[in-house]
């Protein structure tokens, strides 16, 4: 496993030919699984799921399409995104058990700032309560606070997660993110948490293997 921290902000299109690079050397067992972290500058994605109608405003960003599963996402300065490139072909060819074993990574991560990220049927992604901002029904309301959104090319992963550390928030205003409008976004820093991406990035890497541990050693 190779983990690899991008300073500055990232590209998308090139990061994007970058990674699909790495997912084809991945598949023909010339190079190993690896996860990325890293920023992105502001923009906007479109999953394979996207309605036109959740871009709300379409000239805020630039808008680039994902080929990745889900519906509008925002990515920019403040979000760890994990592009995660496994090998499914060891570790078990089951998509739901992969998405699962990603949401549980998050949430688990998320503890390690005694955050409860919880997942949401229906939905997917990680999600916290706001008791401190009840909803119209008078109870907590429920804000995401990491989204999923994977594709598989020969059974290797690609794409990945992207966790809110402190984005500027009024920026996912230019979509309907992941087709959902009855719940807000969140982040670590706007639940009151001073957490830097530093911090993130070494709970995420120690979280990793009690979800993602080594696969068998790959067999001709």
């Not at 990232?10 to 050397?25: H, K, N, S």
Request: glycine content about 10%.
């Amino acid at each position: 496993m190779e983990w690899r921290v991008f300073e500055g902000l990232a590209d998308y299109p090139e990061t994007l030919a970058a990674m699909e690079a790495r997912v084809a050397a991945i598949a023909a067992g010339t190079a190993p699984e690896a996860v990325w972290l890293l920023e992105h500058p502001p923009l906007y994605t479109a999953g394979t799921s996207s309605d036109p109608a959740d871009l709300v405003s379409p000239d805020r960003f630039p808008v680039h399409v994902a080929g990745r599963g889900g519906q509008y996402t925002y990515h920019g300065p403040g979000q760890r995104v994990a592009y995660v490139m496994l090998d499914l072909n060891r570790r078990g060819r089951d998509v739901r058990r992969f998405v699962c074993a990603l949401e549980n990574w998050v949430i688990a991560t998320l503890a390690e700032f005694n955050v409860t990220g919880e997942r949401r049927s229906g939905r997917v992604g990680v999600w916290v309560d706001r008791p401190d901002r009840p909803g119209p029904d008078g109870r907590p309301a429920e804000e995401k606070i990491a989204a999923i959104g994977v594709k598989l090319r020969r059974w290797v992963s690609f794409h990945g997660i992207s966790i809110n550390v402190e984005p500027d928030l009024s920026h996912f205003d230019g979509i309907v993110p992941c087709g959902i409008r009855e719940h807000g976004v969140t982040s670590l820093v706007d639940l009151g948490l001073p957490v830097t991406m530093a911090d993130l990035d070494a709970a995420l890497m120690r979280c990793f293997a009690d979800h993602f541990p080594d696969p068998p050693p790959a067999t001709d």
